[in-house]
Nanobody, 121 residues
Framework: QVQLVESGGGLVQAGESLRLSCAAS????????MNWYRQAPGKQRYLVAS???????NYADSVKGRFTISRDNAKNTVYLQMNSLKPEDTAVYYC???????????????WGQGTQVTVSS
């Protein structure tokens, strides 16, 4: 059984910071991309930040310069440092990884349960 467990969400005021964590556990053979998505009420889920196995990163324009994604491969964990938070960052944040697990010959998507981030003005 493979699990993604997220933590770090909460309620903050505009301008403050939060750090999200997502730890993957189970019979993991290899992890390719590790990503963060978010979904606000009534809106579609979209990719906020991504990091590939070679350490390269990409960000949505809306968070560039404020959010930083990083990963600890030894711990199968991805982080999202969110600074200068704005009310429009309010959403449920989902961890997503592309992994190959024991017994599988292919990579597939795995999702965390989501963590709420609320930014008040």
């Amino acid at each position: 059984q493979v699990q993604l467990v997220e933590s770090g969400g909460g309620l903050v005021q505009a301008g403050e910071s939060l750090r999200l964590s997502c730890a993957a556990s189970g019979s993991i053979v290899s992890i390719n991309a590790m990503n963060w998505y978010r979904q606000a009420p009534g809106k579609q889920r979209y990719l906020v930040a991504s990091t590939s196995s070679d350490g390269s990163t990409n960000y949505a324009d809306s968070v560039k310069g404020r959010f930083t994604i990083s990963r600890d491969n030894a711990k199968n964990t991805v982080y999202l440092q969110m600074n200068s938070l704005k009310p429009e960052d309010t959403a449920v944040y989902y961890c997503n990884t592309i992994m190959r697990v024991n017994g599988a010959t292919y990579y597939r998507n795995y999702w965390g349960q989501g963590t709420q981030v609320t930014v008040s003005s």
